[in-house]
């Protein structure tokens, strides 16, 4: 990892969507508001428990009782470890943010427009693991690079920008 020479941003990510970012088994995140900046970016693991922020999400997500059992299968899969290993309150990755898309519905399909207008279907796990209701936006990440130790920090909401010397 090369030395920052201005001060990076960071978005505050509940587990476990912060590590399948981290670990590329997430490449979309999915928001309320759009978000102008692009540039490098820090992925902040929230301190809330995963076990917290899992609670209703077949609600949240609105899934059926297959969709929900989907879920949490590819969820174990993909993190390859239990909940409680996941780290918390810390920044465990960096990326670069290079586009937030729109979120469209057609029927049951879900998608968002890329540039030059292409369709791009929001299908597998991506879809089960973000909330990709109509008018939401989807942020595009590259060269995602997952830390080797989580360095501690305190999140917040929105877009944010790391204290000096983390």
Not at 3 to 15: D, G, K, N
Request: net charge neutral.
């Amino acid at each position: 990892m090369l030395p920052l020479t201005e001060p990076i941003r960071a978005i505050t990510v509940y587990q476990p969507w912060a590590t399948l970012l981290a670990t590329g088994a997430k490449e979309l995140e999915t928001r309320s508001r759009k978000l102008n900046y692009r540039g490098p970016i820090a992925i902040h693991a929230a301190a809330k428990p995963a076990s917290a922020a899992l609670r209703g999400i077949e609600a949240k997500l609105g899934f059926d009782d297959v969709d929900s059992a989907r879920f949490f299968e590819e969820l174990h899969e993909s993190l390859q470890c239990d909940l409680g290993e996941l780290p918390h309150g810390a920044i465990i990755a960096i990326a670069e943010l290079v586009d937030c898309h729109m979120i469209h519905r057609a029927g049951m399909c879900r998608y968002i427009y890329k540039p030059a207008y292409v369709a791009h279907h929001i299908m597998g796990n991506e879809r089960l693991f973000g909330n990709w209701g109509s008018y939401r936006y989807a942020l595009e990440f590259a060269n995602m690079t997952m830390l080797p130790e989580p360095i501690p920090a305190k999140g917040k909401q929105g877009l944010w920008t790391l204290a000096p010397g983390i």
